[in-house]
DNA sequence: CTCGCTGTTTGCGGATTTCGCAGAACTGGT
DNA sequence: ACCAGTTCTGCGAAATCCGCAAACAGCGAG
């Protein structure tokens, strides 16, 4: 029925050992999870069946790793949106630089609902953060109000988005 | 069996007016469609049904709506993770300067598979691109030859990533 | 080499969910 | 009041999800 499936996965599965885990604690992936994830990259809500056609694997075994992988937290299934289109009419880009513990001021960011992202960079800004917000009285208040506020942030700089042009979720479909 | 359900919907239902499209194209979302992505947005592949019993709705109404907020590209449903766990060694935000035509350079970046997030800003920035790349070199090579070759790109500068500290897709669930 | 331990895969039923469709209900315009 | 367009509902059929027990593979200890 489906012989020539199997073959190729046996193909595949030699080299995809059992999972391990690298220094950072970051699950180590086989490249059978990892075409997994493609397939849910492509569409969150596909059947375990096909993708388990996809990848050669029983539906049932693809159903187990896929729980596996977002018990772990290594990826998650979810809406995304343009915020603009959702009610979230400002928002921005702050880089910000610190002085003293950098991590620090990255957890105090990440406590914050209205942040979306944070990011520790090398360059002329320590972090990156995005903000969303209702309008520009909050965008104001958060930036100005909470996190010039954070002690240790020594300056920021703010890129409102005027319009936001791509939004991918497709690594590893190239 | 669901009755209070009902009772509660034709409340909410009152003030959910006909889908319209504001002056930019973007769908406008009623209540119902909001809190129909919020679920979602909790987790991806949470059945119709599910959905329906908090938003208030049958089951094959939030199927319909789902599709329409599909087809119309408000919202995807999609797998998420952290590159770096999936392989992408190296990932920068990128602050680019244009003179001249702002949006044919933002486009010319949406083409560029690496490129998985770009933005129009006010600031010093014109632009702000996250790149996604293999490896070091990769990342060079996106960045002096294909970037800054643009014609109209006057200035880039890169913040390459150290450490993604959050990374959340929860609007509206605050 | 064999035994036993552990983690993964497979193959099933049964329960749930998805899907497509036809009719009812609601909205806005004439 | 009526009509056209859209949305919602309620089904039955098909597909999917889920849990479980058995088969299987890797691996270290004896």
Redesign the interface.
Known sequence: MHSEVVASRSAEQRDSSRESRNGNG??Q?DAVS?AI?QQ??????RPYAAIGKAVGLSEAAVRQRVQKLLDQG???????????????RRQ??V?INVEGDVEAI??A??DM?E???????????DI?AEI?CEDDDHLLDVINKRIRALPGVRST?????????????M??T?
């Open positions: 970051t699950p992936l990892l994830i849910l990259q492509e569409d969150g809500r290594v990826m998650q299934i979810v809406a995304v949106t343009d915020p603009l289109t959702v009610g979230f921005a880009m880089g990255a957890d960011l990440t609902s942040v979306e992202y944070v990011v520790m960079t090398a360059g002329s800004f990156l969303v700089e703010s890129f409102v988005y005027l319009k936001l042009k791509k939004q991918t979720y690594w590893g190239r």
